[in-house]
Nanobody, 116 residues
């Protein structure tokens, strides 16, 4: 069964950094555009960033531009999200998925909590 497993979340002070990882259980993901999404308490899940299969093309939601960087290592079937200058409003559960997302790939996510 193909799975995506997120890790790297935690509690951090505003202005701090975290690096999230998303490990895919199948090499097939190396050919997909992948994305990071997040869901804050009481809000809908939203798109954060995406990266094409080669890692050359990326895009971000405006609220994280200049602070977050998405990358991937296809030799490790892993996608990363480097998050710098974190803000309280970045607090959410972060998920990875293909982009566009497929319902059956949603995992447990990883909690990011930014203290103000």
């Amino acid at each position: 069964q193909v799975q995506l497993v997120e890790s790297g979340g935690g509690l951090v002070q505003a202005g701090g950094s975290l690096r999230l990882s998303c490990a895919a259980s199948a090499r097939a993901f190396s050919s997909y555009t992948m994305g990071w999404f997040r869901q804050a308490p009481g809000k809908d899940r939203e798109f954060v960033a995406r990266i094409n299969w080669s890692g050359i093309t990326t895009s971000y939601v405006d609220s994280v531009k200049g602070r977050f960087t998405i990358s991937r290592d296809n030799t490790k079937n892993t996608v990363y999200l480097q998050m710098n200058s974190l803000k309280f409003e970045d607090t959410a559960v972060y998920y990875c998925n293909t982009h566009p997302p497929r319902d059956y790939y949603w995992g447990q996510g990883t909690q990011v909590t930014v203290s103000s």
